[in-house]
C-alpha cells in the first residue's frame, strides 16, 4: 500500500566515486514491494523543491550485509538533490513515499535470463536477482557505463549472477564499446531469452531495437523527471504504442516504470 | 474554542478556505491514499475539454529554484469521461468539487460549460483562459481583457453554475483582466495562473522543455501572486480565491490578508500530497491561537499603511 512516511537514515554508505547505497528504516512496506518499484524521496529542509524518483536497490534479504529492518537505495551523486541525499548520516531523517510503480515481472518459464544494465541504471537489479535465485533461477549480467568508475556493485554482481559481462565506453574495464555489442552476440545464437534493461534513455532504446528485432521479450525500467511519482502531474509521461498501433502517452510513474519494449513508440 | 473555517466565494459554501489547484490534483481521487478528501474547503480537477488530449510530448517539467516549470499540454480524460467516471464517484465526499474547464474556441468553451451544466456534485466552474486561441492565431485567451470577457460572456450563457475566472499573471495590468471578468458575470477570480518562463539546457544549447517554454509554479511566483491579489482587491468587488507557491497557513495567510476570501494550493501537493489538508488544520491552529473566531475576520485586513 503506498504511503507517505517520514523515515530516519541508518546508513549512507561512500561506495566511491560518486556512488552511494543509502540505508534507511522499513516502516513495513519491504515484503509488500517489488523489484524495480521505486519511492520518492526527499530531504527535509533542503533547498530542493521536488522529492526525487529512485528505485527500490535492497529489499529484505537481497544484500547479507545489510542492517535489519531497513531497504536500501543505490545512487550516483549527479544535481543538487543526489548531493544533498549524500550528506545525510545515521539518524537523518528522510521523506520517502512509496512504494510506486509496476515492478519486474516473472521471467517467461524455461527462458534463459538476461539482465542489461547501464551505470547507476543496475539499482533494481541486486533486489531482482535475489529474487530469482529464490525462485531457483539464474541470471546473466551485462553491465556497461562510461567507465570503470561508474560499475556500482559490479563485486555484487560478479558473485549473485551467473556471469557478469562488463563494457566500458573507453575501455577502463572489460571490453571498450557498448553493452549493445555482447546483447547482438547473445541474440544471434539464439534460444529462449527474456531480457530485462534499466539505464539512460539512449542505451534502452538501442536494447530495445535489437530485442524487438529479434522477437525476443524485453521489458524496460524506465526513467523520467516527475514531479510527483502517483500519476497526478503527468511530467514523466513516454510515447507508446496503444491498442491500435496509434501512439499515445503512458506514465512511468503508474504504467510504468517497466514497460515492455514492444510497446514503446519512441 | 475551535475556529470557524467556513467561507463563502459568492454563493458556493466552502467548509475551509483551502481548496487544491487544477493541473495538480488530478482529479481527486487519486489522492485518498494520502488524506480525505472530505477535510479540504474543495478541489479544482485537472482542465476538461470537449475531448481527451494527449498532451505535449515530453520532456514535460523541470525543476527552478523554488519552483518547476510544467508545459503538460492540458492532457485530460476529456469532459465526458470526467462525467462519467470520475465525478460519480466524487459525489460521495463532502467537498466542493470545481470543475475547471478550458477549450480552443470560444465554442469548446461553451461545449464544455453546457455539459456540465446541471451535473449532481459540480460545486463550480473554473475558466481556465490560459490556453491559445487557435481562431485566432494561438493567441492566449486570458492575456487580453477583451478576449478575456468574450470568452466569459459566452460560458455565463452557457451554465447556470457559480462561475469562477482564472486569471493569468503574463498580463501588462491584472486590474483589467479581472474587472473584464467580473463586468461579464463572473462570480469569482481565481488568481494567479502560471508565469511562462523557460529554461535552457546549456550543452545541448536547447530549451530543456520539448513545448520550449513552460508555466512556473511553486514558492518562487508567491511574492508575485500575493501583490496581484493586492492589486484586484482594489480593482473588483467579486470574491477572489488565491493562488501562487502555498506551501503552509502562513503561506495562506498572506493571501487571505491580501483579499483572497479562500485560497488554492498547487506544487506542493505533488511533494507532499498531504498538504492542503496540513495548510487547513495549521490554519485553524494559527486563528484559535489568537483567539479569532472565524477565518472570515481576516480576509482582506492588511494594513498597508502609507503604501496603499
Redesign the interface.
Known sequence: ????FATTVVRNVDLGRGSFLIEFEDPGIGPTMRPAQFFMI?VPGGD????RPFSVCGLPGTFDDATPGTLQVLYRVYGRATSLLSSLRRGARL?V?GPLGCGFEAPDAGAQILLVAGGIGSAPFPAFLKELSRAGRKASMIYGARSAAELPLLDWFGAHAERVTVTTDDGSAGAKGLVTAPLSERLARGGPLHVYACGPNPMLKAVARLAVEAEVRCDLSLE?????G??????????VKGPQGEK??ERVCVEGPVMPASRMAW | MTPDLSVEVGTVRLKNPVLTASGTFGYGLEFQPFLELAELGGLVTKGLSPRPRRGNPPERIVETPAGMLNAIGLQNVGVDAFLRDKLPKLRAFDTAVVANVFGETEAEYVEVCEKLDGAAGVAAIELNLSCPNTECGGMIFGNDAASLGAITRACRRATKLPMWVKLSPNVTDIRETARAAEAEGADAVTLVNTFVGMVVDVERRRPVLANVSGGLSGPAIRPLAVWMTWQVRGAVKIPIVGMGGIMTARDALEFLLAGATAVQTGTVNFVTPSSAVTVARDLSAWLSKRGIGSVREIVGTLDAGRAS
Open positions: 500500500m503506498m504511503s507517505d526527499g530542493v523543491l521536488l522529492r521523506d513515499l523520467a523527471p516527475m514531479a510527483c502517483f500519476g497526478v502531474c503527468l511530467g514523466c509521461v513516454v510515447p499515445r502517452f
